[in-house]
């Protein structure tokens, strides 16, 4: 038998009796017994003891018991739970989309409205009211949407480099025109493809609302097994909402290349230039206020010398026909015209209105206690627009747009931070960087 020697500190309230030592002994039945030990306890110490003895037990048990193993989730199960959970997130996601869309519905009715204005006339005051009301609305709507999926930020790196891209972009496009190879059509092809996909994913909001009655949520369509099979859908089923709405982008691309003038069906390419831009806005995200300082700085730099220092931009604008420009048709006049449209270009009100759109985000952490950034950023691309169209009928020639807007947006808001006392905050301010970044 193993002889174990028993030392104990003073602050144990154990005191082993001297004339007994204590022993282990091992049955023959292959248990072990505790023989000879007598100890002398004080009252405190039996507390103690019986304190203790329970937590112990769990313990010893704890050790020796069998864990209970959990059941191992298979690929298969990984991959529809997955599934599972994306189409309630995309769920939640529409739902938040549709609130907004009914908060701003005042918002989209004038949008609409403003469809019906060349019904009144093409005179210059009726253009000017169109480019104006569209995209300031566009840039205020874009800015408030709610999106289901996080955008796509652009890095100091990207802002600091566009101009060089756009400048290859739109020079590349007016050599290919200047030697006789004409990619229009390839070109609005593309446009338009993506134009139907704008409109199937801004439409479903839209859509909801001007529906209320009907539970988009729960409403499918069953469609053939191989087209589930192609899409790895989990059942052979497509939500309504979804499928209303590709087909009336499919619509308007079929009627944008039907055979007729353009003039009798430019607010077709408007719907979808207007899709795009929406969806611009809502998928791509400056960052950070000095990224779209630097953005707004470099295209401030192409802008002017595109337009004022040769003739591609107005040349690109003119022959490469697209829906990636807002048109109404120019007014009556005793000279002819090479090209029968007054034209906003989508950068004018995408690029801007990315920078707005950051300032709901500035807003949203800031929280300013005098002026919004939001608001005075779009206040600000409002009056650098009027200012455009002021020196477009001074001078009487295209303008580039973003000479004026940009000063106009860096401008205002730094004076939003100086008045709110936010100045450094404004300047250093960056958007929360996602977990899985």
Same mark, same amino acid.
């Given at each position: ?16 009796? *001297?004339r007994?030592r @204590?022993? %282990?002994?091992?049955?023959?039945n ?11 306890m004080?009252d405190g ?21 069998t *864990?209970?193993k959990?059941?191992?989730?298979? /690929?298969?199960?990984k ?8 189409? #309630?997130? %995309?769920e939640?996601g529409?739902?938040?989309?549709? /609130? ?32 104006f ?6 840039v ?8 289901? =999926? ?13 101009p ?19 990619i229009?059509?390839?070109?609005? %092809? ?27 949520? #729960?409403a499918? @369509?069953?469609?053939?097994?191989v ?5 790895d ?7 309504? =909402? ?22 009798q069906?430019?607010?077709i390419?408007?719907?979808?230039a207007?899709?795009? #831009?929406?969806v ?13 300082? %630097? ?16 003739d591609?931009?107005?040349?690109v ?12 048709t120019?007014?009556p006049? =005793?000279t002819?015209r ?33 002026l ?5 950023a ?57 977990d =899985?970044?």
């Amino acid at each position: 038998a193993a002889a174990i020697g028993t030392s104990l500190t003073p602050t144990c309230a154990f005191t082993p009796n *001297p004339r007994r030592r @204590v022993g %282990i002994h091992q049955h023959g039945n292959g248990r072990m017994i505790r023989s000879g030990m007598e100890l002398e306890m004080s009252d405190g110490a039996k507390e103690e003891t019986n304190f203790f003895a329970p937590l112990l037990n769990k313990l010893m048990q704890n050790q020796y018991s069998t *864990p209970t193993k959990e059941p191992v989730e298979t /690929e298969e199960q990984k991959q529809t739970r997955l599934r599972i959970e994306r189409l #309630a997130e %995309i769920e939640l996601g529409e739902v938040r989309r549709q /609130e907004r869309v009914a908060e701003d519905k005042f918002g989209y009715l004038f949008l609409f409205a403003l469809q019906l204005l060349p019904l009144l006339g093409s005179d210059r005051v009726e253009s000017i009211i169109y480019f104006f009301g569209v995209a300031t609305v566009t840039v205020y709507l874009g800015g408030r949407q709610e999106v289901v =999926d996080k955008p796509e930020k652009i890095s100091r790196g990207n802002a600091l480099y566009a101009p060089i891209g756009a400048s290859l972009a739109i020079g590349g496009l007016y050599l290919l025109l200047k030697v006789g190879i004409d990619i229009t059509s390839l070109y609005a %092809i593309l446009v338009t493809v993506f134009g139907a996909l704008a409109i199937s994913d801004i439409g479903v909001p839209l859509l909801r609302n001007a529906f209320p009655g009907v539970d988009f949520a #729960a409403a499918e @369509v069953p469609v053939p097994q191989v087209l589930a099979d192609k899409l790895d859908l989990d059942k052979p089923t497509l939500p309504l =909402d979804g499928l209303v709405t590709l087909g009336l982008g499919v619509i308007c691309t079929l009627v944008y290349w039907a055979p007729a003038a353009m003039e009798q069906k430019f607010l077709i390419s408007n719907a979808i230039a207007w899709s795009l #831009a929406m969806v611009s806005l809502g998928s791509i995200s400056l960052g950070s206020f000095q990224t779209g300082a %630097i953005l707004l700085a470099g295209l401030f730099c192409y802008d002017i010398f595109w337009v004022f220092g040769t003739d591609v931009m107005m040349t690109v604008a003119t022959k490469v026909e697209a829906p990636v420009k807002f048109l109404y048709t120019a007014p009556p006049s =005793d000279t002819p015209r090479s090209y029968p449209f007054s034209v906003l270009g989508l950068g004018d009100i995408v690029i801007p209105g990315l920078f707005v759109r950051l300032m709901s985000k500035v807003d949203e952490v800031l929280q300013p206690k005098n002026l919004s950034y939001f608001n005075v950023a779009t206040g600000a691309y409002a009056l650098g627009l009027l200012a455009c169209f002021g020196a477009n009928e001074m001078f009487h020639n295209g303008q580039p747009a973003l000479l004026y807007l940009d000063p106009s947006l860096v401008g205002g808001t730094l004076a939003c931070a100086a008045v709110n006392n936010q100045v450094t905050d404004l300047w250093d301010f960056k958007e929360e960087e996602d977990d =899985d970044e």
